[in-house]
């Protein structure tokens, strides 16, 4: 403090004159009470104020207000000043916490301010002593006036967020101020009336807490409170002091003086005594399930396991004690309840089901903690386990997601027909928004216009930030009335909270016992308000009972904030979408033989279950390990990391192994002639076309050789040749009108002459055009200037845009990785290519492309950033094609791919799990909008038409605008511009620090009239699902088969089919997945090829009968269906739909027990 030139501290960036500086940040709580401190003016030195102060957010400090109070005497008020002079504190800082940013309460005698500090950089810092911010510092001006005669006390208190570290402190005046040593005495520090009533041997009583700072010797005080009514006496030593004093209730909402008198000196405070909170809050301990993070996956997963069996034994150790504090659980995570089940004893497994029947545990639905990534047909095998549970008799009606800020939609439609009732978020605002002010609970609808009763709770360990973990009663009373103090200030409204928290403060802990002797310590002590050890169940009942009818309702989607941490392994991203697409065309297949009347393959649906579940494991939000980022090179960021990509690729490698036991189910069906074949699948429930790319021997093709694919009607589909191999070619072929989830065969016929190898030119004034768009190029940028639509006579680019349409464009965060952490983007740069070359347009049968070479920042440049933007001949559709070999770099990067089109009076659409979703719009309040994850497509619209933009590779898109403040809560934007988001590493932990390697990846574009959600999501389903090819060569004799086939069709233009797989449960059945997308009530009638209705029943997800739904008409607009279709072995016979609506498909299993069903007369003997 400097007044005439003194300060506490020097102002050196550096905290080494305060006191524990160096040493681990837990010793402060243990040598500065309330890790809080007294400095006396020409008495104390520095190092009596420890070197970081902690804020109410720091669960390892108590959760308390550290403080800091300066005192100081004067001998007479300053002369010649005005009224106006203000005094300047600054407070200088060496770091702070970037994201939970401390907030400073200022108080100089009875003047009082409150102001935050800056955000620091290293939220390590505590860790590794690294400070990363420059020049953080609070300057505070106070009043001249503020001043007085005799003593003075300047308070600086931390009164929300977490730590800061010090560098110094100092008060500078205009005028010249003598300050002087103060003279002994009592300060009050802080004074607060607990909203509670705690039982005393007389009866209720209020408890009021006091800080004093005594500046004298150990002391006796008496103390008087109200008219003079003796309280008692308090022993008070030297320093700070902590006192808890007790008053007969009957003083709510009254002002009462409490007096303290000792031998030398008497001192007053007034406090307002609060009423008390009627208040239960509903304690919910579980484990935070991470697959890694804090250990490799190997190690994490059996331990999870183990978790079950300390959870048992617990509630067993519990008997005996009061209700309210008996140890209960809550399973995060399905998957561990899963394995658990199949590998305990028969013995442990009762315990286990006795005390899920008695609500001591509660299992719950979610597989584990998921991302956005994950495509819908993921969720089949991420609910089983559901159904699984349903058959041991276990409820599952909570669905708990925590640490991911946002959850896919479809689970608002699918988890209400498994029985689930309930949905949770514990959100984390590391480098994210959370929805609302406070915890919140609400109505989540689907579109359909399902719904589950949701909480957004706060961070699931709250609890463990209050030090409940600890056993400290002391502490968990800091941090709970502070909370409570906080969720009534913001409008939380009902008499019951949950509060989540672990045995221990970390993801992945084990159970605890300790907090159950603290809810047992705190209810011997408070009658208000209450602590009670639930399941997350529990405590969605108490609301559901008694306060459903106040809940708001919410429909809309909940998109993750977390995803653009894929970004950082775009390559593996990218297999993982691919992946998803290629097993969801090879389920199709599969389906498309069963109604052929083939068996399946034994295993098939143990192998697509292990598949998926690796892709779960894949999407799962857990990338890595924590210090990933600040250590990507030591052995657990290397392990965590090969551990989880391997999930991906093993994934991928089984898939294509599947997929060619999906086309060999066919081998006796397809045409064979005298001339080879080529035959396209067609796994969508609509006719459609689109690019095939495929390969051939040159025993079918000779090399060069020109050739025709030739259907039955002498109709010729268009090919041109790509690269080749010594054995054989690949080729891009335009596959026309291929039938309805079928196929369609086609005879390779040569012909004379050799192929016509594709004619390259360089554009005419940088034009090329075709019969739907004209488009001007910018030769120095490789991008598109102009994009004019001739059937809808508009120009589609914004030609005002900073970027063009296809700008490949580099983004460097100039080496500031944590601005995103404190919520800011304000240090970038971005850079387009340069040194672009164009070679050329190539002209081919079925696309003409024009190509560009450039360089850019982070990427090698022998090879250079390749883009093709690829015309198609006969389709409106546009492709651009990107090619780049990322350099390692671990300084934050990205790359992004621009389309800034213009469409007036337009708005933001893409696709989720679930639905469609208008950005900015349909969406939970301050879930993700900066950037958003897209399954299908992209795109902006108006009334009249609309613009669409489809990626099979890259799931990251940013609607209006790059990263731009991205943390405002508003992100309506009037533009059409839409941004991919192709790589990154932004993040701080988790994630990957860098990525390398070529990467390949490409968009379909077009544009049309009118505004369909159904258009756009079969332009979208069809880019992303692929179209199988089987070459097969020429046979002796033609074989008779039928050379197309369709096996289901649908003629509603407002229902497209997401998904159909083989039975999981039942033989020679289809489960297949219909969405109405328009927003119209429709009739879903199936038909196969000769237009006959096939019979259906309803069922769940998991293919249980969904109640009180007996037949297929759509009963509500947008309405979601899984439908399980039961043809007999031969396609035009089918088993009566009556025969299957009343049979018995439940049958409770015992532990372990193993049986064999079989339910359907179609099943071939």
Known sequence: MCIRDRSIGIHDGKPDEFALSGKSYAEVPKNFPYSSAVYNFGESSPDDIPFVIPGPDDGWAGAVKGTVLIRFRLDGLPDRHKKSDMMTLSVNLVETHPSHIPELEIRLNGYKVQKMVPGGRNSAYLDDFKPAAKNLSLKVSLPLEALKDGENELCIRSVAGSWLVLDNISLDSPVPVRALRPEPGLSFMETASLPALVKGDSGLMHPVRFMIANAGGQTEAEWHYGNDRRGGTVSLAPGINILELDIPEGYADKKVRFTFTTA????????????????????????????????????????????????????????????????????????????????????????????????????????????????????????????????????????????????????????????????????????????????????????????????RSDHYNTGNAWGIHSGDLNSVENGL??????????????????????????????????????????????????????????????????????????????????????????????????????????????????????????????????????????????????????????????????????????????????????????????????????????????ERSGLVKFYADYEMIPADRDFALVDENGDRLRCQPLNSRSEGRYYAVWAENIPSFGYKTYEIELLGGLQTPDIRKMPEDGIIENDWYKIGFDPSRGSILSLYDKELSRELADTAAVWNIGDFIYESLEGDRAQMEAKRFDTYSRHTLENVRCEGVAEGAVYNTISFVGESQGCDTSDGVRIEVRMYNHEKLLEFCYSAVRLPETDPAGIYVAFP?????????????????????????????????????????????????????????????????????????????????????????????????????????????????????????????????????????????????????????????????????????????????????????????????????????????????????????????????????????????????????????????????????????
């Open 901 to 1165: 089109f213009s469409l007036e009076s337009s708005d933001h659409y893409f696709d989720v799990p679930g639905g469609v979703v208008r950005h900015a719009g349909n969406q939970i309040p301050r879930s993700s909008a900066a950037w958003n994850t897209v399954q299908n497509f992209a795109g902006v619209r108006n009334s009249s038409c609309q613009i669409l933009v489809s990626t099979g590779q890259i799931p990251l898109f940013m609607m209006g605008e790059l990263l731009n403040d991205p943390y405002r809560p508003d992100h309506r934007i009037d533009n059409g511009h839409i941004y991919s988001w192709v790589m990154n590493n932004y993040w701080t932990t988790n994630f990957r620090a860098s990525q390398e390697g070529e990467l390949n990846w490409s968009y379909l574009i077009t544009s049309e009239a009118g505004d369909r959600d159904s258009d756009a999501m079969r332009f979208g389903i069809g880019n992303r699902t692929p179209m199988p090819v089987r070459v097969m060569p020429p046979a002796p004799a033609d074989n008779g088969r039928s050379r197309e086939r369709s096996f289901l069709h649908t003629e509603a233009d407002n229902i497209v089919m997401i998904s159909a797989h083989p039975s999981e449960v039942y033989d020679n059945s289809v489960v297949c997945n219909f969405r109405e997308m328009d927003g119209r009530e429709t009739e879903l009638v199936i038909l196969d090829s000769s237009g006959n209705a096939i019979p259906f029943e309803i069922v769940n997800i998991c293919e249980e009968p969904a109640e009180g739904q007996k037949d297929g008409t759509m009963d509500r607009p947008t309405t979601d269906r899984h439908v399980k279709m039961d043809p007999d072995v031969k396609m035009n016979r089918h088993v009566n739909l009556d025969r299957h609506v009343n049979l018995d498909r439940s049958i409770k299993l015992q532990p372990y027990q193993n049986v064999f069903v079989r339910l359907h007369s179609a099943v071939k003997d």
């Open 264 to 455: 030398n000196f008497q001192s007053s405070a007034d406090v307002f005594i609060r009423e008390p909170e009627d208040l239960t809050v509903y304690l919910v301990q579980h484990t935070h399930t991470d697959i890694g993070y804090t250990k490799p996956q190997t190690e994490i997963l059996t331990e999870h396991l183990r978790y079950i069996d300390y959870a048992v034994e617990y509630c067993e150790a519990t008997e005996n004690y009061p209700d309210d504090s008996r140890f209960r659980w809550t399973c995060e995570a399905s998957w561990a309840v899963r394995e658990w089940l199949k590998i305990r004893p028969e013995s442990q497994v009762r315990k286990f089901l006795h005390y899920v029947k008695e609500g001591r545990i509660e299992v719950t639905a979610m597989f584990f903690n998921m991302s956005e990534i994950s495509g819908e047909n993921n969720y089949r095998a991420f609910l089983r386990p559901v159904s699984e549970f349903h058959s041991l008799g276990i409820p599952v009606v909570t669905a708990m997601q925590n640490d991911v800020c946002g959850i896919a939609w479809c689970l608002a439609d699918y988890l209400p027909d498994l029985g689930v009732k309930y949905m949770t978020i514990g959100s984390n605002s590391h480098r994210s928004d959370i929805p609302f002010d406070c915890p919140t609970l609400y109505r989540w609808e689907s579109p359909s216009g399902k719904s589950l009763l949701a909480y």
């Open 481 to 686: 009335f502070a909370y409570v103090d906080d969720i009534r200030s913001h409008g939380y409204p009902f008499p019951l909270v949950a509060v989540q928290y672990s045995g221990y403060f970390t993801d992945n802990s084990p159970p605890c016992l300790e907090e159950s002797e603290l809810i047992r310590e705190w209810n011997g002590k408070y009658e208000y308000p209450k602590l009670r050890s639930a399941t997350m169940g529990e405590f969605m009942a108490g609301i559901e009972k008694n306060h459903a009818a106040e809940l708001p309702v919410w429909k809309a989607a909940y998109p993750d904030w977390w995803t653009d941490g894929f970004g950082s392994a775009a390559r593996e991203t990218a297999a993982s979408r691919t992946t998803q697409s290629d097993i969801g065309a090879a389920e199709g297949m599969f389906s498309m033989s069963v109604m052929s009347g083939h068996d399946q393959i034994p295993g098939l649906s143990g192998e697509t279950g292990r598949i998926y579940e690796n892709l779960l494991f894949y999407d799962e939000h857990t990338f890595g390990a924590a210090e990933s980022i600040r250590d990507p090179l030591c052995e657990n960021s290397q392990v965590q990391w090969a551990e989880k990509g391997s999930y991906v690729w093993e994934a991928l490698k089984s898939t294509k192994m599947l997929g060619e036991a999906a086309a060999g189910m066919f081998y006796d069906d397809l045409y064979r002639g005298k001339k080879p074949t080529v035959t396209f699948f067609n796994p969508c429930g609509w």
